[in-house]
């Protein structure tokens, strides 16, 4: 099975950027199609992105609507690695930011992915 970690959160202002970072490890991240989630306090886990195994292929990164335009989601699968570049940051995207990983697509279904990071903190102040 696969191992995922994140890293990359911190504090950061408004308007702001920041880099998240999901390695895997135990099995070649290249056979697992990877979501991007957020739990702000009190509030359940939401959908952020997904990435397609095959990143390369149309329709193989999906956005909730309140990001789009602000982060992208990418993979580099020689490194083991997805990313979530988030740019304009705001206040309300504070948030434990989780990745997750499944060979099926699952897309913002987040009781459908098998494994899950542990976490990322995220804190943008206004």
């Known amino acids: 099975q696969v191992q995922l970690e994140e890293s990359g959160g911190g504090l950061v202002p408004a308007g702001g950027s920041l880099r998240l970072s999901c390695v895997a490890s135990g099995r070649t991240i290249s056979n697992y199609h990877v979501g991007w989630f957020r739990q702000a306090p009190g509030k359940e886990r939401e959908f952020v992105a997904a990435i397609r195994w095959n990143a390369g292929s149309i329709n193989s990164r999906d956005y909730t609507d309140s990001v789009r335009g602000r982060f992208t989601i990418s993979r580099d699968n020689a490194k083991n690695t997805v990313y979530l570049q988030m740019n304009s940051l705001k206040s309300e995207d504070t948030a434990v930011y989780f990745c997750?990983?499944?060979?099926?697509?699952?897309?913002?279904?987040?009781?459908?992915?098998?494994?899950w990071g542990q976490g990322t903190q995220v804190t943008v102040s206004p």
């Open positions: 997750a990983a499944d060979q099926a697509y699952r897309g913002g279904m987040v009781s459908d992915y098998h494994y």
